[in-house]
Antibody, heavy 117, light 107 residues
Framework: QVQLVQSGAEVKKPGASVTVSCETS????????INWVRQAPGQGLEWMGWMSPDSDNRGYAQKFQGRVSMTRNNSISTAYMELRSLTAEDTAVYFC??????????WGQGTLVTVSS | SFELTQPPSVSVSPGQTAGITCSGDALPKQYAYWYQQKPGQAPVLVIYKDTERPSGIPERFSGSTSGTTVTLTISGVQAEDEADYYC??????????FGAGTKVTVL
């Protein structure tokens, strides 16, 4: 079955960067987009961006442009999301997701990123 | 981009019907999707392409659409349906948007 396993929780200081990984299995990773979504504590879901299977196409939500980078390594079926210049407002659970019946059909378990001085 | 508007909360007694609306100007042109999220868990798709139900989702979940509003209906609500529900769609440029979410409370 489709599985997306994300890296563990992170604690970062303001101004730092964080990279979250998303290791996948059980489906054709090299043929599927990857989306990233975050959820601040007690808040709703917020789409961050997507990446095409061949990495040639990316789309970032305007709010994150210039501060986020999404990459993937198809040889190990793993996607990465780097967020830079962190502030306390970036404290959230970050999810990777892949399409199926919907753009967000299969989800990782989430990675908590805490930004604190 | 555009916005999707959902009510913050809906309360319903067990066995009754809950309806959650989602409004947005792009909805007549773009499909809507619905996700259920329970505390501490990742979201789960419950309706896709406005009205379709994924395999494994109970028949009591259904979707409908009318103009700029889509509706998720839960018929015969059960205690296990207590969760947050999010609608999601896209604009013409491929930007994805989620509604703010609706908390369904089973009384």
């Amino acid at each position: 079955q489709v599985q997306l396993v994300q890296s563990g929780a992170e604690v970062k200081k303001p101004g730092a960067s964080v990279t979250v990984s998303c290791e996948t299995s059980g489906y054709a990773f090299t043929s599927s987009d990857i989306n990233w979504v975050r959820q601040a504590p007690g808040q709703g879901l917020e789409w961050m961006g997507w990446m095409s299977p061949d990495s040639d196409n990316r789309g970032y939500a305007q709010k994150f442009q210039g501060r986020v980078s999404m990459t993937r390594n198809n040889s190990i079926s793993t996607a990465y999301m780097e967020l830079r210049s962190l502030t306390a407002e970036d404290t959230a659970v970050y999810f990777c997701a892949t399409p199926g019946d919907s753009p967000f059909d299969h989800w990782g378990q989430g990675t908590l990123v805490t930004v604190s001085s | 981009s555009f916005e999707l508007t959902q009510p913050p909360s809906v309360s319903v007694s067990p066995g009754q019907t809950a309806g959650i609306t989602c409004s947005g100007d792009a909805l007549p042109k773009q499909y809507a999707y619905w996700y259920q999220q329970k505390p501490g868990q990742a979201p789960v798709l419950v309706i896709y392409k406005d009205t379709e139900r994924p395999s494994g989702i109970p028949e009591r979940f259904s979707g409908s659409t009318s103009g700029t509003t889509v509706t998720l209906t839960i018929s015969g609500v059960q205690a296990e349906d207590e969760a947050d529900y999010y609608c999601q769609s896209a604009d013409s440029s491929g930007t994805y948007v989620f509604g703010a979410g609706t908390k369904v409370t089973v009384l």
